[in-house]
């Protein structure tokens, strides 16, 4: 399975009425949990945070 494929599995596995719960989660996530975090590469974790909002807008904009 490709990473855009295991990306599409995740996201079917929501509905837009989920969306607020995600954005709760990631909001939660960059206040009280990256902050804490030493990286080594701030750019990798530029990136991982973007694939987290697209999973975001991803199940926001789905028609279901």
């Not at 954005?23 to 701030?42: F, P």
């Amino acid at each position: 399975m490709t990473g855009q494929e295991k990306f599409q599995k995740i996201v079917d596995r929501y509905n837009k009425s989920d969306a607020q719960e995600i954005h709760d989660t990631v909001d939660m996530l960059c206040s009280k949990g990256i902050g804490k975090g030493c990286y080594q590469n701030y750019a990798t974790l530029a990136d991982v945070l973007e694939v987290l909002v697209a999973f975001e807008r991803a199940v926001s904009e789905k028609e279901n």
